[in-house]
Each structure stands twice: as C-alpha cells, then as structure tokens.
C-alpha cells in the first residue's frame, strides 16, 4: 500500500509562513486532504481538494500539488495554528484503501 | 449540521472484541455522497485509517486490520459500526469516526469527525 511522508517537524515565526509538505505515490493520482488536530482534539479538516478550504477555515490556509507532493501553506502563522497536521489520500493501488501522513508537529515561535 | 459521536466500552480485556457505534445525528447516513469511516490513535502516534461502509454495506479496510475488523451500518437506527476482534494492548487508541465524502473526482476527504472514545485493552 502507499505511504504519505511528512517532516516529523517545523517552525514557524508567528506572522510568518510556513510550508508542509506530503509526499507519496497516490498523490500523482489523488488529492490530499489535510487536517489540523490539536492536542485532546479530533481532527479538523483544513483543505481538500485541488486547494479548497472548507466554511470556517481562515484564508491563511493554502494548498498546492505538484507531482507527487502535496503542501499545505500556512501565510501569517498565528499562536493557534500550533497544532499537529496530517495528509490523507487514497491508496493509488486502486483497492480504495487510505492512508494518512506521518504528521507533522508545527510550533509558532 | 451533521453531527458523529461514538459510544462503546471505555475498557476491552485481552483477546475479546471491541465494538463501538457512532451514531450519525442531522443527516442520513444513507445519502449516497458519504462513506462512513472509522480511524484511530495510538497514543502519542499519527493517524491511521481503519476502514469505511458505504450505506448499501460496501466495505473497505485496512490490509493491516482487515483479518479482525468488521464494520456493519444500520440505515433505521442511522448509526454504523466497528467491530476488531482479538485485541491486544496494541488496540489501546482514541477511536474516532468520520464521514467521508466521494463528490468530487480525485478528491476525497473527512469533512465530520466525532470527538472520538478511548478505548484501553486491559485485564
């Protein structure tokens, strides 16, 4: 089955941006979907698609494809994006299996 | 507003079955737009994906579980399931159900999560 891997790690200057990336097989076929977990939080779905951000999800949030990686673009972090974030797709094999991303733990300094 | 909430034991013994239900309120779960998905967390750990149940009882899962997992709906009470067997210290997570829509090509994405249950496996 594929794999979606991220950087275990990244940081950020609050006000600043900052990019995570997803990399992985299936993402030449598929979109990722991200989501933003806090922590004793569940997930919360941040964008989808080719770069959709669902009602309620500010405009700092960003997506972007290109071959097999996926990015999420936070532009002007704030203290309260300091949260977990993770990739999804479907597996490519074609069996409509999904796969989430290692996460990525993103601190605003 | 769809809303998912899971219920179910807080506490499994070894080598017995865990069932959770997550009970789907402000929609149906037989609209045909959703798949109905079930996800969970170790502790500490990233996510991982457990498998989904199309209304008609399709089902998918994960090569990993598929030996020990089922997952059932039933479209009167507008809840679906989730069933591991054999469990093991290893299954201790935070469970966490999930609709899963399938509208746009190439694009598929958890858009309502549940606020998830502990689920421990001890003696």
């Known amino acids: 089955s594929s794999e979606l891997t991220q950087d275990p790690a990244v940081s950020v200057a609050l006000g600043q941006t900052v990019r995570i990336t997803c990399q992985g097989d299936?993402?030449?076929?598929?979109?990722a979907s991200w989501y933003q977990q806090k922590p004793g939080q569940a997930p919360v779905l941040v964008i989808y698609?080719?770069?959709t951000r669902p009602s309620g999800i500010p405009d700092r949030f960003s997506g972007s494809n290109s071959g097999n990686t996926a990015s999420l673009i936070i532009t002007g972090a704030q203290a309260e994006d300091e949260a977990d974030y993770y990739c999804n797709s479907r597996d490519s094999s074609g069996n409509h299996h999904y796969v989430f991303g290692t996460g990525t733990k993103v601190t605003v300094l | 507003q769809v809303q998912l909430q899971e219920s179910g034991p807080g506490l499994v013994k070894p080598s017995q079955t865990l069932s959770l239900t997550c009970t789907v309120s402000g929609g149906s779960i037989s609209s045909g737009d959703y798949y109905w998905s079930w996800i969970r967390q170790h502790p500490g750990k990233g996510l991982e994906w457990i498998g989904y149940i199309y209304y008609s009882g399709s089902t998918y899962y994960n090569p990993s579980l598929k030996s020990r997992v089922t997952i059932s709906v039933d479209t009167s009470k507008n809840q679906f399931s989730l069933k591991l067997s054999s469990v093991t210290a290893a299954d201790t997570a935070v469970y966490y159900c999930a609709r899963l829509v399938d509208t746009i090509p190439r694009a598929y994405y958890m858009d309502v999560w549940g606020k998830g249950t502990t689920v421990t496996v001890s003696s």
């Open positions: 299936s993402l030449r076929s598929y979109y």
């Open positions: 698609g080719k770069n």
